[in-house]
């Protein structure tokens, strides 16, 4: 199986897609900033297409939410509740105010009022180079910088140990979403956002958490 690398596209190839409406049918079960309240914004979805191997059903995705920003609040300023730098991650640790939800794929994608979502884009996956492959084996304990399916991390601090009940399902850059379009300027604080999905995920009923999602800076701050 060759690694795959991301890109984002006009074009939907049916993988999945960043900003945008969320493809949720129920909307009782839109995620909530535990801060302020609000409802969270779509940065991330992904279909079972976006798997090499079958982890999900047919008819449901995974999409991940983050605190939404106000007059108040830049984008820099709310990756910081998104931020670990190192340590074993505890997943009910309440650092982590990202939503990582599984839901039925709805007809099309909602917003619900009072929010502004990020601008559309969809995923394309192409296969790593031979340089790429080399970068993503390289070093002892991360792979390669660059947006991707799976693989390894590519940590910006320290390793952090995530539980073996979740899977690295890929990451994004910042600096990949920001030449897509400059309204992500910010949203990892410069640095790369990390997708981990639980491996009961096939167990779990509709509307379920599905992992973990969080960031790293490029510096300490």
């Known amino acids: 199986m060759s690694l795959r690398k991301i890109h984002i596209t006009k074009q939907d190839q049916g993988i999945g897609q960043i900003g945008g409406g969320a493809w949720v049918e129920d909307m009782e079960h839109w995620p909530v900033d535990q801060l302020g309240g609000r409802p969270m914004v779509p940065l991330w979805s992904i279909t079972p297409a976006f798997f090499p191997v079958p982890q999900i059903a047919e008819n449901v995705r995974i999409t991940v939410f983050v605190p939404a920003t106000d007059e108040h609040r830049s984008w820099h300023e709310a990756s910081e509740q998104l931020l670990v730098r190192s340590g074993k991650l505890n997943p009910q640790s309440t650092r982590l105010h990202a939503k990582v939800l599984l839901h039925p794929q709805a007809a099309q994608p909602s917003i619900p009022n009072g929010i502004d979502v990020l601008p559309e884009g969809y995923l394309g996956l192409e296969p790593m180079t031979d340089e790429e492959l080399s ?35 890929g990451q994004l850059l910042e600096a990949d979403l920001v030449k897509w379009d400059a309204a992500y300027t910010g949203i990892f604080g410069g640095g790369i956002g990390y997708l981990f999905v639980d491996y009961r995920i096939k167990q779990v009923t509709d509307y379920a958490d599905a992992g973990m999602f969080f960031i790293q800076y490029a510096e300490s701050k």
């Open 135 to 169: 970068l993503e084996t390289r070093h002892l304990f991360k792979g390669a910088a660059m947006s991707k399916q799976l693989g390894r991390e590519h940590w910006l601090q320290e390793q952090v140990v995530v539980s073996p009940r979740y899977f690295f399902a």
